[in-house]
């Protein structure tokens, strides 16, 4: 089991590093906590991080302020190093200089891998590319940086099947949203389309391509590999 690190860098204990701390652990105001902020806006015992199959879990436990990641709510997050973790008025930087130093190496090997010299760590999520512009109102870091997050692996047939079930919901819902959109009202009718400008529309369309993936990969694995 990894142990982890977690760096302060806002708060009353800015400039702390809490390593080799061993999952499970809890962040909050009192003592108990494996990591302990001193914040009246942090709840007693504010988050929960565990692991589970390798993976590190953020879960925050019913908080009265709640808990971000990268500027995000959350209720659970599977966390990746270089995250941030804003808890009250608190700051942490998930993973030690070493880890965030390698993870960058990681990435800029990436880079040069990629084609033309750059990676859309985005794109298969919203068509952004990494250094692309970005509209005004995606100011925040994305909550996963490094691209969506992989379907859960070793899944029993009732488990897939339930997934399936959950996904393919979601997208028939996505779908009528869509077909509404496109929709032009007849005389006298009192709907009315919804207006979105054409970079948004492309993002939806490409939230229902993705879970359309989605579905294609968790039925056939292989076909990751095509």
Same mark, same amino acid.
């Given at each position: 089991?990894?142990?982890?690190?977690?760096?302060?860098?806002?708060?009353?204990?800015?400039?702390?590093?809490?390593?080799?701390?061993?999952?499970?652990?809890?962040?909050?105001?009192?003592?108990?906590?494996?990591?302990?902020?001193?914040?009246?806006?942090?709840?007693?015992?504010?988050?929960?991080?565990?692991?589970?199959?390798?993976?590190?879990?953020?879960?925050?436990?019913?908080?009265?302020?709640?808990?971000?990641?990268?500027?995000?709510?959350?209720?659970?997050?599977?966390?990746?190093?270089?995250?941030?973790?804003?808890?009250?008025?608190?700051?942490?930087?998930?993973?030690?200089?070493?880890?965030?130093?390698?993870?960058?190496?990681?990435?800029?090997?990436?880079?040069?891998?990629?084609?033309?010299?750059?990676?859309?760590?985005?794109?298969?999520?919203?068509?952004?590319?990494? /250094? /692309?512009?970005?509209?005004?109102?995606?100011?925040?870091?994305?909550?996963?940086?490094?691209?969506?997050?992989?379907?859960?692996?070793?899944?029993?047939?009732l488990q897939v099947a339930q997934t399936s079930d959950l996904l393919a919901h979601l997208h028939d819902r996505l779908r009528s949203v869509i077909e509404a959109?496109?929709?032009?009202?007849?005389?006298?009718?009192?709907?009315?389309?919804?207006?979105?400008?054409?970079?948004?529309?492309?993002?939806?369309?490409?939230?229902?391509?993705?879970?359309?993936?989605?579905?294609?990969?968790?039925?056939?694995?292989?076909?990751?590999?095509?």
């Amino acid at each position: 089991m990894a142990l982890l690190t977690f760096q302060v860098l806002e708060g009353m204990e800015r400039g702390r590093v809490l390593a080799d701390l061993l999952p499970p652990i809890t962040i909050g105001r009192e003592e108990d906590n494996a990591v302990q902020l001193n914040d009246e806006r942090v709840s007693r015992f504010h988050a929960k991080v565990q692991e589970d199959g390798g993976r590190v879990i953020l879960t925050d436990l019913e908080s009265t302020n709640g808990t971000r990641v990268n500027g995000h709510p959350i209720q659970m997050h599977v966390l990746r190093i270089g995250d941030q973790v804003s808890i009250g008025r608190c700051l942490l930087l998930f993973g030690s200089a070493d880890e965030i130093e390698q993870h960058i190496q990681e990435r800029k090997d990436l880079v040069k891998e990629s084609p033309g010299g750059t990676i859309s760590f985005e794109s298969d999520e919203f068509g952004f590319s990494a /250094g /692309g512009s970005r509209d005004a109102d995606e100011d925040l870091p994305r909550l996963f940086p490094d691209g969506p997050p992989e379907l859960p692996g070793d899944l029993m047939p009732l488990q897939v099947a339930q997934t399936s079930d959950l996904l393919a919901h979601l997208h028939d819902r996505l779908r009528s949203v869509i077909e509404a959109g496109k929709s032009t009202p007849t005389e006298g009718d009192e709907k009315q389309p919804f207006k979105m400008d054409w970079a948004a529309w492309q993002r939806l369309l490409q939230l229902e391509m993705d879970i359309a993936t989605y579905l294609k990969k968790l039925i056939d694995p292989s076909s990751d590999d095509e």
